[in-house]
Structure formats: C-alpha cells, structure tokens
C-alpha cells in the first residue's frame, strides 16, 4: 500500500469514526404531551407545576424527563413535574414543557419526544413604584480661588428610597457657564447619606477668569427610574494674584 492511500486509510477512519460517534441518535415525536401547567409568582420566583400521563404501551424508556423551555429561548432539563426560576427581573415570562426520553429501537438508540404543552405566562411585577427623592447641599472648602487644585465642593445630602425599591445609581453632576462639566459616582450609606468632596476645576479644565457659579445636581435611580435634586448654585471669585495676602 502506497504512503498515499495509508494516509487516506487513516484520514477515513480516524474522521469516519469520530462522526458517526458524534450523530446524535434520531429523534422520535412518540410520547403524549404534559398538560395543566401552571405558574406561581412568589416575588421574584416563578414556580411551573404540570402533569403527564403515560400511555398504556410504552417501550421501555431511559432518562425519563422533561424539558423546560423558555421565552427567551433558554431550555432547562426537569427530572420531575415542577420546576423553579429564580431570581427574575420585573416583566413578563412565558414558558412551554414536553416529556422526553430515550429507548432502544431496532437495537439503535433513540430520542422520544412530546409535542411541546401550551405556554404558561406569569408577570413579575413592579414591587418599586415611585423614583427616589433627593436633598443636597454643597458648601465649597474656600471663598475664592486662585489655582486648580484649590477649589473643592462638599456635598452632603440623603436619598430617600421608596419601601421595594433599591438604590441602583447615585451620581453627581456640576458645570459652569464657563464650559466646565463634571459627572461622578457618589456612595450613599445604608440609609441613604452621602458625604463626600469633589475637585470643582480639574487639571484639564481652563480656569475660570472674574468668577463663575459652580451648579452642582445629584441624581438617584431605582428600578422605577431617575430622579435629580435641586440645582445647588454657588458663586466663586477668582483672587486677585497682586493683592496683599495677609
């Protein structure tokens, strides 16, 4: 045999051998479909329970078990008559069941599926109803300013978060009309307090020259969506670099 046909032979088996390991088995529509499925909602849980008759003759199965697929188009294997999502955002779910199993026919094994069951729908629903409120109050570290590094503002306030929401952003904002603009994270405590300074004019930023008012907002969101405080506006001089410092 030629060095050709060996690597012919060997290319054969090796790749012959490997599909017809990977052919999955074929798939039969030979098993009644489950029925009477239900959806409970407890918070953020959605629980299915269903039945399924099996019929009087059967071949015997392998792997009995059912599958759970879902709207989104993910699919989950169940062992049993009920099965549990955890963990949902609020919205609108829907899901569908079909029993299926393996047997051996002809002496080739084979995949036994159901019909799939008619949907079930169930609804997380909004537990959070209203955005938050927020109070602030900005006091800058100095009177006037004469470089960058020296102005800072000092923000102090609280969010007061409606009963089933959650605090998901809190974020600060402060520009000037002299094309100054800043955003950044705030942290606010377990009750809802933040305190915390931040640079008014960054190394980047061209320094204001007379004066300017420095408006600063801070901004809260929960699941409901985003609610801004009050514009705290303050205005700053900018010092004369000849006057006499005392």
Not at 205 to 228: C, I, R
Request: aromatic share 10%; with cysteine.
């Amino acid at each position: 045999m030629s060095p050709s046909w060996r690597l012919k032979l060997l290319f054969f088996l090796f790749f012959g051998a490997a599909s017809v390991v990977a052919k999955p088995p074929p798939m039969v529509n030979d098993l009644p479909a489950p029925f009477n499925v239900q959806a409970v909602v407890i918070n953020k849980t959605i629980t299915l329970s269903w039945q399924w008759q099996s019929p009087e003759s059967l071949p015997q199965l392998r792997d009995f078990g059912y599958e759970v697929l879902k709207n989104d188009g993910t699919s989950f294997p169940v062992p049993a008559t009920t099965f549990s999502d955890f963990d949902l955002s609020f919205g609108t779910y829907s899901y569908r069941v079909r029993a299926r199993a393996s047997a051996k026919r002809n002496g080739k094994k084979t995949l036994l599926v159901s019909d799939w069951s008619e949907p079930a729908n169930a609804v997380i629903q909004v537990a959070c109803r209203q955005p938050p409120r927020v109070t602030l109050q900005v006091v800058p570290t100095q009177k006037s300013y004469s470089e960058i590094p020296a102005l800072r503002m000092h923000l102090s306030g609280a969010v007061q978060i409606p009963e089933g929401c959650s605090l998901t952003h809190l974020t600060y904002h402060l520009e000037t009309g002299a094309g100054i603009n800043h955003s950044g994270p705030l942290t606010a405590d377990k009750r809802g307090r933040f305190d915390e300074f931040i640079d008014a004019v960054r190394p980047d930023d061209e320094l204001p020259t007379g004066g300017a008012d420095f408006t600063v907002t801070v901004t809260a969101e929960d699941e409901t969506g985003p609610a801004t405080s009050n514009a705290f506006t303050v205005h700053m001089e900018l010092q004369n670099p000849y006057a006499p410092r005392n």
